[in-house]
């Protein structure tokens, strides 16, 4: 059973940094592409960033040069780092293993607010 945990969330002010971590159970983690995706009140899920297994990574453009998306496969984890953030980054964020089924986490709240 794939089990996706999220942590790091939580509230910072504009211009801030956090760092999200997403430990993943049950799969071989190291072959499958991970993604991260965010949900702001009110919007539909959007998708923010992408590694694959190879470890090559994409962006949304939103947030480009401001998040690295990174993986450690010795620890089954997927990580965001998150600098320069904006008042529109809030969210609860999820990641994801890509796949047919694909899983998602349970989701971690990131608010950014003065």
């Known amino acids: 059973q794939v089990r996706l945990v999220e942590s790091g969330g939580g509230l910072v002010q504009p211009g801030g940094s956090l760092r999200l971590s997403c430990a993943a159970s049950g799969s071989i983690f190291s072959i499958y592409a991970m993604g991260w995706y965010r949900q702001a009140p009110g919007k539909q899920r959007e998708w923010v960033a992408a590694i694959t297994s190879r470890g090559n990574t994409n962006y949304t453009d939103s947030v480009k040069g401001r998040f690295t998306i990174s993986r450690n496969n010795a620890k089954n984890t997927m990580y965001l780092q998150m600098n320069s953030l904006k008042p529109e980054d809030t969210a609860v964020y999820y990641c994801?293993?890509?796949?047919?089924?694909?899983?998602w986490g349970q989701g971690t709240q990131v608010t950014v607010s003065s």
């Open positions: 994801r293993q890509e796949g047919r089924p694909g899983y």
